[in-house]
């Protein structure tokens, strides 16, 4: 079997029926007290986020830009270390005990992008944190309170914004 073959094999094209699909059940399975902020992990949080936030009825979404992978001379991609290339306002109201920021992306393979975004938040504005994907990894340091599938490490998934 060529290498094509088996990358193909291994990649997973998600449409837009089964992102709502999955935001549908996250949504309807959210059972903590409804967040102040939602904070997208751009790139591949900021579409899920959007619809949770429209779910759920929360009008303050922010997003944070965190990268773990750097581009190489070949244009390929390796991980790296982790750099926030897009702060949340420094601006934005402290939260006190009771209230609850919800963080979301698209997908919690290694874990480590939510943990350095929790733990950034949690200095920034402070409260209870929550957090949701569509799809987890079973390697994952970070598992996410909420998540919609889990799916085999090896699975490449495509979202449909992803694709051109």
């Known amino acids: 079997m060529s290498w094509i073959k088996i990358w193909k094999s291994k990649k997973r094209n998600y449409g837009w029926r089964h992102v709502n699909k999955a935001c549908e059940y996250l949504s309807h399975n959210y059972n903590h007290p ?45 991980p790296g270390a982790y750099e926030m290339y897009q702060r949340i306002p420094t601006n934005i109201k402290k939260h006190g005990p009771d209230d609850f920021v919800l963080i979301v992306d698209d997908i919690s393979d290694k874990g480590g992008t939510f943990e350095y975004a929790e733990q950034y938040i949690k200095q920034i504005i402070g409260g209870n944190i929550v957090t949701m994907s569509l799809v987890i990894k079973p390697e994952t340091k970070h598992k996410p309170t909420y998540f919609y599938e889990e799916v085999d490490q090896d699975k490449w998934i495509v979202f449909p914004w992803e694709r051109s």
């Open 34 to 78: 409804l967040p102040t902020k939602i904070i997208a992990l751009a790139r591949g949080g900021l579409v899920p986020a959007t619809i949770m936030a429209n779910r759920l009825g929360v009008r303050h979404v922010y997003s944070l830009g965190v990268s773990s992978y750097e581009k190489q001379a070949d244009g390929k991609e390796t």
